[in-house]
């Protein structure tokens, strides 16, 4: 009952943040204002909620480390194949430099909708990371496609410092001037348990969830974070 009470509220206050309805989002408990801090608080506080909705969290200051360990991820879940937006310069590196650590093969956005589901990884930059929730937020906003979060069985979200905010509100208020046809919000794996009360990951999303923070290294510098 309190995961579909804190479900219900999310999405209400999703609703009157798009509507603009002046004082119908609640002001952030104490917990959350204290909590508020720099970026270093933003990422820890993603991370945590993020881990503890059963999502896969890697950072370092360049991809080049963490390619062995997101690869192993990714073989594990049966991954073959990679897909990332044909405009999305953040995700293009990470998926060409993946190719060989499978060795994956890499395909069209177009062709990601005809493939067997467990063998596809969707690979995209986050529009945002919310703190509050451990949500990665994917809007369709410039015509970006919302595919990778939605037909893959295995959703790559790329992070830089600067897409992570405190609040789901923060999020809604940086959208309201011009809120976006489609908005996703992909807090850890998919799951259901609406046959039979089974819960079934992957139902309805990606089964499985991998975060990687990229924190824009120097010259030099490829040391992963730990």
């Known amino acids: 009952m309190e995961t579909a009470d804190r479900k219900s509220e999310l999405i209400r206050r999703i609703a009157a943040a798009l509507r603009g309805r002046e004082g119908a989002i609640p002001p952030p408990s104490p917990a959350l204002r204290e909590g508020g801090g720099g970026e270093a608080d933003r990422i ?6 993020f881990e503890a909705q059963g999502g896969r969290f890697l950072a370092g200051s360049a991809v080049e480390p963490l390619l062995p360990a ?29 190719v060989p650590f499978g060795p994956f093969t ?12 467990p063998s596809l990884a969707g ?7 919310i703190a509050e929730t451990g949500s990665i937020v994917q809007t369709s906003r410039g015509g970006k496609t919302l595919l990778p979060g939605l037909v893959s069985d295995v959703h790559v979200a790329i992070l830089t410092p600067a897409v992570f905010v405190d609040r789901m509100d923060d999020c ?25 009360q089974t819960t079934t990951i992957g139902a309805h999303g990606p089964r499985k ?7 824009s290294p120097s010259p030099g510098e490829g040391r992963a974070i730990p």
């Open 44 to 49: 820890a506080r993603f991370r945590e909620q």
């Open 70 to 98: 997101l690869g192993e991820e990714l073989r594990m879940a049966g991954v073959a194949a990679l897909f990332f937006p044909e405009n999305d310069a953040g995700a293009r590196p990470v998926a060409e430099s993946l």
């Open 106 to 117: 890499l395909v069209p956005p177009a062709a990601a909708r005809e493939l067997y589901a």
């Open 123 to 129: 690979v995209q930059s986050a529009e945002y990371a």
């Open 172 to 196: 809604l208020a940086a959208l309201s001037a011009d809120p976006p046809r489609n908005i996703s919000f992909l807090t850890g794996p998919s799951r259901t348990a609406d046959i039979e």
């Open 209 to 215: 969830m991998i975060a990687v923070l990229l924190t």
